[in-house]
């Protein structure tokens, strides 16, 4: 089984960020993540990259809520780790 890190998390209401975003933390170490939305058609899934630590995560929101799940993504290093020759 591959590690995986994922968590529920709280979004920020509208008014306790200047401009509605959601904001999230990098699991490892802690710094703010960069959010990117990739599919247009589907604006409650994103992707989230830590620029500090270089960590990738899977963030999908839930309509109408104040939270959502994020899931951290392997890198190569790790899943390689996991691979059984």
């Known amino acids: 089984m591959l590690p995986t890190m994922s968590r529920i ?3 920020p209401q509208p008014s ?3 401009c509605g975003r959601m904001r999230a933390d990098c699991t490892d170490c802690g710094c ?3 959010l990117h939305l ?3 058609m589907r604006p409650l899934r994103m992707l989230a990259t ?3 630590c270089g960590a990738w995560f ?3 929101a839930v309509a109408d809520e104040s939270e959502a799940v994020m899931v951290r993504l392997p890198s190569y ?3 390689r780790a996991t691979t059984v020759n």
Do not use: Q
Request: charged content about 25%.
């Open 38 to 40: 990739p599919d247009p």
């Open 16 to 18: 306790s960020d200047p």
């Open 58 to 60: 899977l963030v999908e």
């Open 9 to 11: 998390i709280s979004i």
């Open 32 to 34: 703010d993540l960069a």
């Open 50 to 52: 830590c620029e500090a």
């Open 77 to 79: 290093g790790s899943l």
